[in-house]
């Protein structure tokens, strides 16, 4: 047994060979510190001018609205807590929803300790909020409004144009984290008139520790890191100039080819979401059908836990997750599953599957081969299943 295949590009993704390659010489002989005024110096601030502009060009935004950061929890950590601050003789109330990612909620959190006070809004059964829950929930102290693009867990999409327009028409601050969606989902911050986006470099086949936060021209915002001079005077320590580097060809890459990506992975997905549906009783799809991530698969199996059927695919090979990265190791069910309404028991029973470049038609059929075969063997030894065909048999 040596086939091994990855379907958890949610969690991470591989560093893309063309990303790397650029990234190299910035360890080694382009080691300058881009602060420095000298030719070492010099090369390093090209470089990263450079990558500042892919990005930009990436999300149509200019070079001056792009700042790099150590990642997504950097980034959405900056935007909320530096707006809350910047912003706090406006107003102390601030709108999300309860399935964003950790580092949206516990930032959250961490200002209603300090005086600021959250709207968390609820999301119906597929994950999505509307514009009119929002416009709901504004009221005269907000002063941020800030929903995730696209779920790590379930994979939905919000409506962020729709939603963004009801938050900017109150001249509210509108912050969504694209980490999951950028690549998946055609991002063009103009157009979809959106004042702050974060990104994550190793979700996108880039490196781990770097990140970009958007920033719209004119957007009060404090610093959250203090020191040095860095990205405008915005945040400090001195530039991890390789990972930014990698950040900037990434970004590139994720925004070339978006429609052949999505037809690609989309097709994948709904061959592994209908084999699995068509081949195995008694499960749910969490999430919407249609306004998902291309690469997102998550689907509850009744009378299993999410852990030992990911343990079972490891064995065979198969690499995914059971509710989110973050909260496995935690036996409590998963935050997004628990705002969908399913019962506890039920959310246990959940799993993850997300697909990436590296995956195939024949890695989706080497799946429904396998995973019929585990639950079926997890669900006969399960006390509950046997009391559920039991008491069918007695019907
Ligand atoms: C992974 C992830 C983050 C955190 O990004 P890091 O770069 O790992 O800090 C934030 N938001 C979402 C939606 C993510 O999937």
Not at 53 to 70: G, H, K, M, Q, W
Not at 238 to 254: F, H, Q, R, S, Y
Not at 326 to 355: F, K, M, N, Q, Y
Request: with cysteine; charged share 25%.
């Amino acid at each position: 047994m040596n086939k091994r295949i990855y379907m958890d590009h949610a969690a991470t993704t591989p560093v893309k060979k063309e990303v790397l390659e650029e990234m190299l010489p910035y360890f080694t002989e382009n080691f300058g510190n881009p602060s420095s005024v000298h030719a070492f110096g010099r090369r390093a601030r090209e470089a990263m001018d450079l990558a500042r502009e892919r990005v930009a060009n990436a999300l149509n935004a200019s070079v001056d609205e792009i700042y790099f950061t150590s990642g997504g929890s950097e980034s959405d950590n900056w935007a909320i807590k530096g707006v809350a601050l910047a912003n706090k003789e406006k107003g102390n109330h601030i709108i999300t929803t309860q399935i964003e990612h950790h580092a949206v909620l516990h930032a959250c959190q961490y200002l209603e300790k300090h005086g600021f006070k959250v709207t968390y809004l609820p999301v119906d059964k597929y994950g999505l909020v509307t514009e009119e829950q929002v416009l709901n929930a504004i009221t005269e102290k907000t002063i941020l409004v800030t929903i995730m693009f696209a779920n790590n867990e379930i994979g939905t999409i919000q409506p962020i144009k729709e939603i963004a327009k009801v938050v900017r028409d109150k001249g509210i601050y509108f912050h969504t984290d694209a980490v999951q969606a950028l690549g998946s989902v055609p991002i063009d911050v103009k157009d979809l008139d959106i004042d702050l986006l974060s990104l994550s470099g190793h979700k996108i086949y880039g490196p781990k520790g770097v990140g970009v936060l958007y920033i719209k021209k004119g957007v009060k915002i404090d610093a959250v890191l203090h020191g040095g001079a860095q990205e405008s005077n915005r945040r400090a320590g001195t530039e991890n100039v390789p990972g930014i580097v990698g950040m900037g060809k990434a970004v590139e890459l994720a925004c070339n080819n978006l429609d052949k990506r999505i037809d690609r992975l989309t097709r994948l997905r709904d061959r592994l979401i209908d084999g699995i549906m068509s081949k195995i009783p008694h499960t749910i799809l969490n999430g919407h059908r249609q306004k998902r991530l291309p690469g997102n698969v998550n689907i509850c199996f009744e009378y299993i836990e999410g852990e030992s059927l990911l343990l079972s695919l490891d064995l065979e090979g198969i690499a995914c997750s059971s509710g989110s990265a973050c909260t496995s190791g935690s036996l409590e069910p998963s935050h997004v599953l628990l705002a969908l309404g399913l019962p506890h028991e039920i959310a246990h029973g959940s799993l993850r599957l997300t697909l990436g470049d590296d995956n195939t038609r024949e890695d989706v059929d080497y799946v429904l081969e396998k995973l019929p075969i585990i639950v079926n063997r997890l669900r006969e030894m399960s006390p509950l299943f046997a009391q559920e065909k039991g008491g069918m048999k007695n019907v």
